[in-house]
């Protein structure tokens, strides 16, 4: 029910009438947010909650919003923090912790290698091929949750799976949960969709190309891109050119979908003809190399000094995951998590060497069979009749209680009203599939809740972060912080080609949503773009385009990633360690939109 309240007017330049001294104080509690977790150091949830104070007293003092709209766009901002982001995290995590539970988790990963025993190409096949499905199907963090917990089955351990993870939940976000960013760039600029996604599918493409090749780079530095190049320029090429040609030519919400299984069947079937010259296990040595024993240090410091310090890292790093050795040692005593039947304990290469043979043919189903469940689950809910029904019966919209906002226009600010997905939501689809996935594996109803607990009791640290740092997000949006921020970059003139992709990339970072900040920022890149002379199909793509690389520096996704492999407390590594890829690829992507916006590229918008 919509409780009235005295309508607050969103003011662009409420500090001293500047709109640059505006901008500045309010790009604060985001510079905050990210000097505190990448140069002190201090732990995500502090980081979220100290800058999301400093915004509600900048939208107090500062803006002028009421103190009671400002405790419910708060408010608003912690809900949607739980429902449907971490509703999302928590059932994702517990189908992983109950594959952890069963031995079927330690044959996931004998059924991975058997694949391919170098944990570079599984990379890619895992982390960009598998991920932009779940992308495509789900989003919403899922794709970097499971893709990780994935990589660890394989052998790589945690801090480097949850990088990997992060980088590689890049190239199909513009186009991730069935389209959902570009159909709601659609619906706030009113450009064609078929327009947005055939611009989009001619810049994002160019990001898949590079992705697999710093993913390789990630896993084994420099020897990694030497060795695997071939494979990884195949993936690339593939997964953009696919990309490519379904969102130009055919239905774009099953782009991601094209791309991803064309990428895997062409990965697959290059590797029935080319290997690497090497195979790089989890202890980042050579495993066909007959004195890589002998040379186990001096690998390691060559390892350490080309960027692959958590392959050659055993031990403690391993054991910190959820299950990680755990698994190995319960598995092994079953007699049927390795051939050795060991305890594993430490996760070192040994095991997977020992034993990485196909497991047998109802072995692999089983083992990767909550996958399958995900993807069946996800498949149905978007058949025609059964996606109509879920939205009319699965959900409700409503006016958040306490909230009045309209814009300096005095239009309504689409944020206070709520989308409140029950049945239709990604995180209840989990948690059918969870459901599904105990009554297969024969899981006890009551150790099935028990490890949900558990689950819960892991992610408390992750909850309190994302539900402070979308709780900003939310009171800079309504309080019109991030709308004073958006125009202060608008008003650049002919330079708007060289700052319209920063403010998706800004949009992404602060919301963790290319959604999000494509129903925040679309509409303003096309109203600069006319002002400008600029196309606004260029500028309004451009915000999803550049705006996905923002996506692995998101604190929400950060505390995900963190989460999944069991190392709560790293969100600050994980900034430090991607925070330059990502800058490096903005760059690139806007050079791109630049020279699309001159002559030189110009015949690329459509």
């Given at each position: ?29 985001l510079l905050l947010l990210f000097v505190m977790l990448g140069v002190f150091r201090l732990k995500a949830y502090q980081a979220g909650i100290i800058s999301l104070v400093l915004s509600i007293l900048l939208a107090l003092f500062g803006w002028g919003m009421p103190l009671d709209q400002t405790l419910s766009a708060t ?401 800079m949006n309504l309080s019109g912080q991030t709308t004073t921020l958006g125009v202060a970059l608008a008003s650049a003139g002919g330079f708007f080609a060289l700052l319209s992709p920063l403010l998706g990339w800004i949009g992404v970072a602060l919301t963790g949503s290319d959604t999000s900040s494509n129903s925040l ?65 903005l760059v690139l992507m806007t050079l791109l939109i630049w020279l699309q916006s001159t002559p030189v590229l110009g015949w690329m918008v459509p």
């Amino acid at each position: 029910m919509h409780i009235p309240a005295a309508q607050y007017e969103q003011v662009l330049d409420p500090i001293g009438d500047s709109l640059v001294l505006s901008a500045i104080l309010a790009a604060l509690p985001l510079l905050l947010l990210f000097v505190m977790l990448g140069v002190f150091r201090l732990k995500a949830y502090q980081a979220g909650i100290i800058s999301l104070v400093l915004s509600i007293l900048l939208a107090l003092f500062g803006w002028g919003m009421p103190l009671d709209q400002t405790l419910s766009a708060t408010a608003l901002g912690a809900f949607y923090a739980i429902f449907p982001i971490l509703w999302i995290l928590i059932n994702a995590l517990w189908i992983y912790n109950l594959t952890v539970a069963t031995p079927w988790f330690d044959v996931l990963g004998r059924t991975i290698r058997s694949i391919s025993d170098d944990l570079r190409i599984l990379s890619i096949l895992i982390a960009f091929c598998f991920g932009a499905l779940l992308e495509s199907l789900a989003g919403f963090g899922a794709p970097v949750a499971i893709a990780a917990a994935m990589l660890m089955a394989a052998g790589m351990k945690p801090l480097k799976s949850a990088i990997v993870a992060l980088l590689a939940n890049t190239a199909p976000v513009a186009f991730g949960a069935m389209a959902a960013p570009i159909i709601a760039l659609n619906g706030v600029t009113g450009i064609p969709l078929h327009e947005l996604s055939s611009m989009t599918g001619r810049q994002t493409p160019f990001i898949a190309l590079v992705v697999p090749l710093i993913l390789v780079f990630l896993v084994d530095g420099r020897r990694g891109v030497r060795q695997t190049w071939p494979v990884a320029l195949v993936a690339g090429v593939v997964f953009g050119l696919a990309q490519f040609v379904a969102s130009n030519f055919f239905v774009v919400e099953l782009t991601d979908v094209v791309a991803a299984v064309a990428t895997v069947i062409a990965v697959l079937l290059m590797l029935r003809v080319w290997q690497p010259k090497e195979l790089i296990g989890m202890s980042g040595e050579s495993m066909n190399d007959d004195a890589g024993a002998a040379r186990g240090a001096g690998t390691g410091e060559l390892a350490a000094e080309e960027g692959t310090d958590t392959l050659t890292r055993t031990g403690g790093d391993g054991s910190t995951a959820p299950g990680h050795g755990g698994t190995g040692s319960a598995a092994g005593g079953d007699g049927t998590g390795s051939a050795g039947g060991d305890s594993g304990a430490s996760g070192s290469a040994g095991d997977s060497e020992r034993d990485n043979t196909r497991p047998p043919a109802r072995s692999v189903w089983l083992s990767v069979a909550p996958y399958l469940i995900i993807i069946v689950v996800f498949s149905l809910a978007q058949i025609p009749p059964i996606k109509a029904w879920l939205t009319q019966v699965g959900g409700v919209t409503f006016h958040w209680p306490g909230l009045d906002v309209v814009n300096s226009s005095g239009d309504p600010v689409g944020a206070q009203n709520l989308r409140f997905d029950h049945l239709k939501a990604t995180g209840t689809l989990l948690l059918i599939s969870g459901i599904l996935t105990m009554i297969l594996y024969r899981i006890a109803p009551a150790k099935g809740v028990r490890i949900y607990g558990e689950t819960l009791k892991t992610l408390r640290w992750t909850i309190v972060t994302v539900c402070s740092v979308l709780a900003l997000s939310f009171v800079m949006n309504l309080s019109g912080q991030t709308t004073t921020l958006g125009v202060a970059l608008a008003s650049a003139g002919g330079f708007f080609a060289l700052l319209s992709p920063l403010l998706g990339w800004i949009g992404v970072a602060l919301t963790g949503s290319d959604t999000s900040s494509n129903s925040l920022f679309g509409q303003l890149q096309v109203a600069a773009a006319e002002e400008t002379g600029l196309s606004p199909t260029l500028m309004a793509a451009a915000n999803s385009s550049a705006g996905v690389l923002g996506k692995m520096l998101s604190l929400q996704n950060l505390a995900i990633a963190a989460a999944a492999v069991g190392l709560n407390g790293v969100e600050g590594t994980l900034l430090r360690k991607l925070i330059g890829w990502s800058l490096g690829l903005l760059v690139l992507m806007t050079l791109l939109i630049w020279l699309q916006s001159t002559p030189v590229l110009g015949w690329m918008v459509p």
